[in-house]
């Protein structure tokens, strides 16, 4: 599976030249893969998009209408696709010196494969 690492750039803008921001965001969305965006006007949309392991839509009315998206486990924010069990979180928020920098509800960003690991049971096999 090619996956690119998240770029924090395509979803938000600091607008000013902060070290320790662009440190705290790089380390953040670090363990992410990045999420296909389309540009209409020089506005970021964020689309029903594919799970980065099985293809199946995760957000949207598709997603809604298959039965098939992102579920959401126990952790707050955290879950995985319907389909295939790939893990995302959609729930965001990021507190810097104990000042919240941002907090973002409902967008699936999924783990980059380098960030994931496979357990294997007796009755399941790993594609």
């Known amino acids: 599976m090619k996956a690119e690492h998240m770029d924090w750039r395509t979803l ?12 705290a965001l790089d380390e953040y ?4 893969a990045q999420r296909p965006f389309r540009l209409v006007d020089g506005k970021t949309l964020m689309d029903d ?15 809604a209408l298959m039965g098939s998206g992102f579920v959401f486990g ?6 995985h696709c319907a389909e295939c069990k790939w893990p995302g979180r959609a729930h965001h928020s990021l507190k810097i010196e104990g ?9 699936v960003l999924q783990y980059h494969p380098d960030f994931v690991r496979l357990r294997r049971t007796i009755n399941q096999r790993v594609q």
């Open 99 to 107: 000042v919240e920098f941002f907090n973002i509800q409902n967008v």
């Open 49 to 63: 998009f594919p799970c980065l392991h099985c293809g199946k839509p995760l957000t949207g009315t598709v997603a």
């Open 29 to 32: 969305f670090r363990p992410f």
């Open 74 to 79: 126990i952790m707050h924010g955290e879950g």
């Open 12 to 23: 938000i803008s600091i607008g000013e030249d902060r070290p320790e921001l662009v440190a």
